[in-house]
């Protein structure tokens, strides 16, 4: 089965084109051309708005008053659907430090049945801890952090059927250089977050192939002219990405922009880190062992730090075009394929290029969620915005 999807820009792999029509064929991306080669081909019609690669959210706890951590399915397959609206057809549910006990449960779970999930599709899963320092523990439980350990993760690796493509460490703790060399041999990852390191000890965990810091700026030590720390590796160290949360919360626009000028913006990644509360109304949730309060569109423990967000993948994108440091087309490649490329995905996803499952979005150019696609097939449609008819 082949169809067209006509729109006046598409983000493609090589960069925006348009007007044009996008070439579907057996749900993959097939080709873009600038004339239909029939007159009775089939065409969907988005004239006036945009075609963009489907986010991928590397770095995402809940969503709709679900937890990845409830270890429960039916909530795993509604965050799954709950994140269309979101703009996201890829995720990384990610763990919170917690029991080993839960840790495996949730991995088991998770690897037996990602493949039931009907929305964003699962593409591995993201243990944040729970190998971390107290000192920037954030919303962590510090009770069960401990030296990071190659049994623990083979584990997890062996319960989730080796599921695992992303792991975050404090990289001062002890044992951390080899653990890092262990875990990039096998494929997986290694990010940088809830520590206190120096910029050497952070250097030296990135020459052992760590390549991502997690939530730059916060949950690590901050940066001095005398001491870098952590948030001056992020910005100065080469061939690594960093994360950024960019709800208006947890960074300030400027320090965004900064982060982005020094990283450059093909290795910056947006994330949401979003807990359960995300497309709840305010109210108490939440996030993990912590109870947390979401009010004014942030969500904090009860000493008042942040505790993840509740935020939507398309809202970082659409924030940091409003806030003047990002064009559309940086935003999108920062919410796609930066994302996927961190976790060695981007030949599978957050990209529109020939062979990729159709998973992509339809946005105005006020960069608007319009529709959701999966395979080719409109998953989610937004309220405000009328179903565009085939012709």
């Given amino acids: 089965m082949e169809q067209y999807i006509y729109a006046d820009k598409f983000f493609l792999e090589d960069g925006a084109a ?49 937890d990845v951590m409830d270890n429960d399915l039916d909530g795993l397959k509604a ?10 057809t890829s995720f990384l549910p990610t763990t919170l430090t917690s029991s080993t ?6 991995a088991a779970m998770i690897g037996e049945h990602y493949t039931e999930v009907k929305g964003a599709k699962i593409k591995g899963i993201f243990l944040e801890g729970p190998f971390f320092t107290e000192k920037h523990k954030g919303a962590q ?6 030296d990071p350990s190659i049994e623990m993760l083979d584990t997890w690796q062996q319960q ?39 910029y050497e000890e952070a250097k030296h965990a990135v020459e052992k192939g760590a390549t991502i810091f997690i939530h730059t700026f916060n949950g690590m030590s901050g940066l ?35 982060l982005m000028n020094a990283r450059s913006r093909k290795e910056t990644v947006l994330i949401s880190d979003c807990m359960m509360a995300g497309g709840m109304p305010d109210g108490r949730y939440q996030l993990g062992e912590f109870p947390v309060e979401v009010k004014d569109g942030a969500a904090r423990l009860e000493s008042e730090s942040l505790a993840g967000s509740i935020l939507r993948l398309i809202d970082a994108v659409r ?13 999108i490649y920062m919410a796609s394929k930066a994302p996927a490329a961190s976790i060695h995905l981007d030949g599978e996803c957050g990209n529109i290029a020939a062979g990729l499952d159709a998973d992509f979005i339809v946005l105005t150019p006020k960069l608007e969620l319009v529709a959701t696609f999966l395979d080719g097939v409109c998953r989610y449609q937004a ?5 565009k008819e085939e012709v």
């Avoid at 006990?101 to 949730?106: I, R, T, Y």
């Fill in 101 to 106: 006990k839960l840790l495996n449960e949730v």
């Fill in 79 to 88: 965050i799954s659907e709950g994140l269309l609206s979101c703009g996201v």
């Fill in 224 to 258: 001095h002219h005398r001491e870098p720390g952590m948030a001056g590796a992020a910005l100065s160290l080469s061939h690594v990405f960093a994360e950024i949360i960019c709800d208006g919360h947890h960074v300030h626009p400027a320090a965004a922009k900064v």
């Fill in 18 to 66: 348009g007007p044009g029509f996008l070439k579907i064929k057996e749900g993959r991306f097939a080709s873009f051309i600038d004339e239909l080669p029939t007159e009775t081909a089939k065409v969907i019609d988005y004239a006036g708005q945009w075609i963009a690669p489907g986010l991928v959210d590397t770095h995402i706890h809940g969503f709709q008053n679900h």
């Fill in 383 to 387: 309220e405000k915005f009328m179903q």
């Fill in 141 to 146: 439980n510090k009770s069960y952090f401990c």
């Fill in 160 to 198: 989730s059927s080796n599921l695992i493509k992303k792991i975050a460490l404090a990289p001062e703790r002890q044992g951390a250089a080899e653990f890092i060399e262990y875990a990039v041999n096998n494929g997986i990852a290694v990010g940088l977050a809830h520590s206190n390191a120096t």
């Fill in 319 to 331: 924030n940091i075009v409003e806030w003047g440091i990002a064009t559309p087309e940086e935003a």
